[in-house]
């Protein structure tokens, strides 16, 4: 059976049409108020974006939010995990000054920050799945705890999994370090005769894996942790993972902790995905590259997979711009993920969470 997902467009000619009515509206629609239980602690799934990266979503429209889960009685607060990697998310102290610093503060959104796996990344919880990869995953403390969650995604591509969307802000933004490392299966090795030896790639490493050899980089797999930073940093597109054999299992890996991370919630959860400013990399990146397409709109749903899966063919019913990281695929229809890395196949995240239960990806688009 189709899931309903709801969609309002970016166009507005007076008061009654602006982006934050029509939040409000979206989440009165998809019917997130019945989630809400007076006095809920309601975890509000966000990413504040690496310090550099401007494409997060506006803490403008996390405030309308915020302010609706309070009409229904909840205690909202704003919530993300630290990373794995080096950056000014890796614990709690300069990931909040990193969210304060990109107007996530109290005097904004109305919320308090609470980083969901502690200090360090170290409070966490293991919930039982049992599924092909794993028995157990490892769910960031104060996320695992609540009945409800709202999961607000800025979606867009990424170098490895294709798209980020619900699945993968459930995914790797629910999981402590721990969690997220247990996801990365995949290790990524140097194309040979490719690398120019900048040596970017070694400063972004968090294990210390990348050293200079006769001035060319070399990657020691022992101790990698499969984050994929150097892939997306390197210049020459001189690092590479094998895609036939790890990166599926990677995906598969991603959905199950998606799956960890709403058990307790199912039936208490929604999920809003922004689909403006489209760029090429996950907002971990301390950078925003240019939109892919067009601004689109913005959707609600109850359900990760039916809403990342029509955001995925939004996006690619698309004209695709020149002069971005886009290189083919710039037609409506095509696969414009596929556009800019053909390797990467991003609806294998659709495909497996419908296999393992975590949702549909047939759905209904209900324009508002």
């Known amino acids: 059976m189709a899931e309903k997902v709801y969609f309002v467009n970016l166009r507005a000619r007076d008061p009654h049409q602006n982006t934050v ?102 409070a966490a919880s293991e919930v039982e799945i049992r599924k092909k990869h794993f028995e157990r995953v490892k769910i960031s403390g104060d996320i695992a705890v609540c009945k409800s969650i709202i999961v607000l995604s800025h979606f867009k591509g990424h170098e490895v999994a294709g798209f980020g969307g619900a699945i993968k802000n459930l995914a790797m933004g629910c999981a402590p370090p721990a969690g997220k490392q247990a996801q990365h299966s995949a290790r990524p090795a140097m194309i040979e005769g490719h690398c120019t030896g900048c040596g970017k790639c070694a400063g972004v490493c968090p294990q210390g894996a990348i050293g200079l050899v006769n001035k060319k980089s070399v990657i020691d797999r022992s101790l990698c942790m499969g984050c994929f930073e150097c892939m997306t940093i390197c210049p020459e597109n001189a690092i590479d993972v094998d895609w036939e054999t790890e990166i599926p299992v990677f995906t598969e890996r991603m959905v199950e902790y998606a799956f960890g991370a709403l058990q307790g919630k199912q039936e208490r959860a929604g999920f809003i995905n922004f689909l403006t400013r489209i760029t090429p990399d996950c907002d971990c990146v301390p950078w925003s590259d240019a939109p892919i397409v067009p601004d689109i709109g913005i959707l609600a749903s109850s359900d990760p997979v039916a809403i990342d899966a029509a955001s995925f063919d939004l996006v690619n019913n698309q004209k695709g711009f020149s002069d971005t990281l886009l290189s083919s695929n710039y037609e409506k229809g095509e696969d414009k993920f596929r556009g800019m890395r053909k390797k990467t196949d991003g609806y294998r995240q659709i495909e497996y969470a419908e296999e393992i239960g975590l949702g549909t990806g047939t759905y209904e688009i209900v324009e508002l």
């Open 21 to 122: 009515t029509k939040l409000r509206r979206l989440f009165e629609k998809a019917g997130f108020g019945k989630i809400i239980e007076k006095n809920d602690l309601i975890p509000v799934k966000i990413h504040f974006g690496e310090w550099g990266n401007d494409s997060y979503i506006s803490p403008v429209y996390v405030r309308q939010i915020v302010d609706k889960i309070k009409e229904y009685g909840g205690k909202p607060f704003l919530t993300d995990s630290n990373t794995l990697y080096k950056g000014s998310r890796s614990n709690a102290v300069d990931h909040i000054i990193t969210a304060v610093e990109h107007g996530f503060d109290f005097a904004v959104t109305g919320a308090p920050l609470v980083i969901a796996d502690g200090l360090r990344g170290t």
